[in-house]
């Protein structure tokens, strides 16, 4: 693939200003929600192919989230595009002002391979909703996942408007090459600064959604058994391959013990087998 035609095209796409009419914006958006419900199925042989997640898994942790995503701009769309209406300065009287809200441009997003939907779709249907063309780069070590979303995107979308590229580091170091009016990325600390000082270079604002320490506290005020159900959930949902797992808790001495059990209980009831159809 052309990245720098693909670009090219994107650009003109945007400037050609179609993106920009609130009807054209919600019938995309009702489009992708289609194409989801359309390829469902497909979506959860994909991610099994990859992970071995089941398809319960994978619409709670990755389908749900999208469809409620796409719902919930369909309903606050109309209204967030509508010209907002401000006090005007006593120095710009007899004149009116009003808040006029733009898109960006054009949107590069470089997916996380552990939600390889969800991470990827999430920031494409909100960058579509406001306006903006969008470029997908997937993750490539999810390779059924990418290769169905390349196929499922580009296939229904013009290239000029959503379009995905596949590939590995060498494609993400071609994409960074150019300029962007956006950039989102999910993925390392390390990897984030990379793209962080790629895009400086353009001037290009970043979304970076980076992994971190994600600490629980247990108090013996607390309702301990919620606490076990709550963490256990937590940290084992998605294999465990959850940016905002807990890493690690502190408890207080005083219920060090009885939480312990409560936690063992919790693990043991949530059946975290190889076997077990809600999870694997």
């Known amino acids: 693939m052309d990245i720098e035609n693909l670009i090219r095209a994107q650009r003109a796409f945007f400037l050609s200003q179609c993106t920009k009419e609130p009807d054209f914006r919600l019938a995309q958006l009702r489009k992708l929600d289609g194409l989801l419900r359309k390829y469902e199925n497909d979506f959860y042989r994909a991610v099994e192919a990859d992970f071995g997640k089941s398809a319960f898994d994978t619409y709670t942790t990755e389908i749900g989230f999208i469809y409620q995503e796409i719902r919930f701009y369909l309903k606050k769309l109309p209204k967030w595009v509508r010209p907002k209406r401000i006090r005007t300065g006593l120095s710009s009287l007899p004149g009116k002002s009003r808040i006029y809200y733009e898109p960006l441009g054009c949107c590069l997003i470089i997916g996380a391979w552990n939600y390889p939907f969800q991470l990827t779709l999430l920031p494409a249907i909100a960058a579509l909703a406001a306006g903006n063309t969008v470029m997908i780069k997937p993750s490539e070590l999810a390779p059924e996942c990418s290769a169905l979303l390349a196929r499922v995107i580009n296939d229904a979308f013009p290239p000029g408007y959503f379009q995905v590229v596949e590939g590995g580091a060498k494609e993400t170091t071609a994409l960074l090459h150019h300029r962007f009016d956006h950039v989102f990325f999910t993925g390392s600390q390390k990897v984030g600064q990379i793209v962080y000082e790629a895009a400086a270079r353009h001037l290009t604002p970043v979304t970076l959604e980076l ?22 959930w937590g940290k084992f949902i998605n294999g465990g391959q959850t940016c905002i797992a807990p890493d690690y808790l502190l408890v207080h001495r005083s219920v060090e013990e009885s939480f312990l059990k409560l936690l063992e209980e919790r693990i043991r009831q949530f059946n975290y087998q190889p076997d077990s159809t809600h999870y694997i």
């Open 211 to 232: 992994g971190g320490k994600s600490p629980a506290i247990v108090c013996p005020s607390g309702d301990l058994k919620v606490a076990a159900r709550r963490i256990v």
